[in-house]
């Protein structure tokens, strides 16, 4: 019987072209990982978690005896270690029972496996403008959080969805419960942020940026996103609710941040008025390729637009941006969730490798969050994610086929390669090949 970090390794050593930092970063993702209450306490001092939309934690709040929400950082950088390892950054899902556990010592943070060293564990300073606030009185970083270790603004215009209202809500989506519980705790968060607030949340980021000096560290994208809309909401479609964000920040600030847009495949006029309004890449999420899994684990979306013209739509969509513009997220595991999901990881990785073919071959660039089972999801109740082995195979076939159709690595999202990516809810960007990133 192997140990649990004997496990990571043995499967480490069976994969080796994918990296070890990867592998222990996508069960990171998968399984969560406690904190000690000395390492909580250091991590007070950095950048903390933002709940900017879906809780991305495998307890809730209810559930967390040290008030983890409160303390855990956004992210965490592994590097060092027995392992040697060259930076990873990886969001922080908390889970107080899992073996993964953040360590405090006299050499710093640690991560640990089981008792196991993993690696060291650095964090991200708090930055400037999140000690500011509004002149309303809401912290910017409540308005605006970044991601990815600064690098992604986080801008969700409308922190519910119109789907669960109406009981169709995406299995593994807990967005609108993570929102009640985010209320109860005592967040100053609202439902919907207005075009003004942003807009002076982003004045403030800009200027503290500008006036900490040099490039290294500032925000270089930011994505407006939110619920669906289904019906209406302040009066507006989803699409005319959306636009009004990048609009005005494009007429702000042009140019000055990657412009990113989370909505719904929309048909292809008015996904011209994105582009217009000076939106960049568009991303019409596919969530789960496999049909009968997507119409039973996505019933809003099957039922309002349907599978085949989802498909139809996000085509569309790439003669409008550009395909390497047009990037639809997979939910990385989830097509292995019961009740109906694949049993085996064969069967998963065949289904999901047909969706990169369809979207690849065509130049459009998807790429995934790695699932995470909250229990305030439907399906995200056992708390069970899906093997490891599912993403190291994952990660081979989308490298590979990336490599096949000789797609760049996508815009938007900070340079690839290990040791430089900073997407941390998937490690997509850690097995590309490092390469210069013009549009990073
Ligand atoms: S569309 Fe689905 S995944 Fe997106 S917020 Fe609504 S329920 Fe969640």
């Known amino acids: 019987m192997l140990s649990e970090i004997e496990a990571v390794e043995d499967l480490a050593r069976r994969n080796p ?6 592998i222990v970063k996508e069960d990171l993702l998968r ?3 406690a904190w000690s209450p000395e390492a909580l306490a250091v991590a007070a001092e950095f950048k903390r978690k933002s709940y900017f939309i879906f809780s991305f934690d495998m307890a809730p709040i209810s559930g967390m005896g040290q008030g983890e929400n409160l303390k855990v950082p956004e992210e965490v950088r592994l590097s060092g270690g027995p392992h040697a390892f060259k930076p990873v950054v990886v969001s922080v899902r908390i889970n107080p029972d899992s073996p993964y556990r953040v360590e405090a010592g006299e050499g710093g943070l640690s991560l640990e496996l089981a008792g196991a060293a993993v ?3 650095e964090l991200q300073k708090t930055p400037g403008y999140y000690r500011k606030a509004l002149s309303g009185g809401r912290p910017v970083s409540e308005v605006v959080p970044t991601i990815e270790w600064g690098y992604l603004l986080y801008l969700t215009a409308f922190r519910l969805c119109q789907y669960p209202a109406a009981g169709e809500g995406c299995l593994y989506c807990d967005i609108n419960e993570n929102y009640r ?6 967040r100053p968060c609202a439902p919907v942020k207005t075009v003004d607030e942003m807009l002076e949340a982003l004045e403030v980021i800009a200027e503290t940026e500008d006036g900490e000096g040099g490039d290294a560290g500032k925000s270089k994208a930011y994505t407006v996103t939110g619920g669906s809309v289904t019906g209406t909401l302040q009066g507006l479609t989803e699409a005319d609710f959306y636009l009004r964000y990048p609009e005005a920040i494009e007429r702000r600030w042009p140019g000055r941040w990657i412009s990113k847009v989370v909505v719904e495949a929309l048909p292809k006029d008015e996904v011209r008025r994105f582009r217009d309004a000076g939106v960049r890449i568009y991303h019409p999420n596919f969530e789960i390729w496999d049909k009968r899994l997507f ?3 996505c019933p809003g979306k099957a039922r309002h637009v349907g599978r085949d013209e989802w498909l139809r739509r996000i085509v569309d969509a790439a003669e409008v941006f550009g395909p390497e513009n047009v990037i639809p997220n997979f ?10 999901g694949f049993a085996t990881v064969e069967d998963a990785i065949a289904s999901t490798s047909e969706g990169l073919e369809f979207f690849m071959s065509r130049g459009i660039s998807p790429r995934f969050t790695s699932w995470c089972p909250e229990p305030l999801s439907a399906l995200g109740k056992a708390r ?3 093997p490891l082995e599912y993403y190291v195979r994952l990660l081979r076939v989308y490298r590979d086929t990336r490599a096949k159709y000789r797609l760049a690595s996508p815009c ?4 690839p390669g290990l040791g430089r990516a900073v997407f941390s809810v998937s490690s997509f960007m850690d097995v590309l090949p490092p390469e210069p990133a013009p549009h990073a």
């Not at 519980?181 to 005592?186: E, L, P, S, V």
């Not at 939910?331 to 109906?340: R, S």
């Not at 938007?412 to 340079?415: K, P, Q, R, S």
């Open 17 to 22: 072209d994918i990296p070890f930092e990867a």
């Open 31 to 33: 399984r969560g990982m």
């Open 119 to 121: 690696a060291g564990v």
């Open 181 to 186: 519980q985010q209320k109860d705790a005592g």
């Open 295 to 297: 119409e039973a684990y």
């Open 331 to 340: 939910v990385a595991g989830v097509e292995m969730a019961p009740p109906g």
């Open 384 to 386: 069970r994610g899906a």
């Open 412 to 415: 938007g999202y900070g340079e």
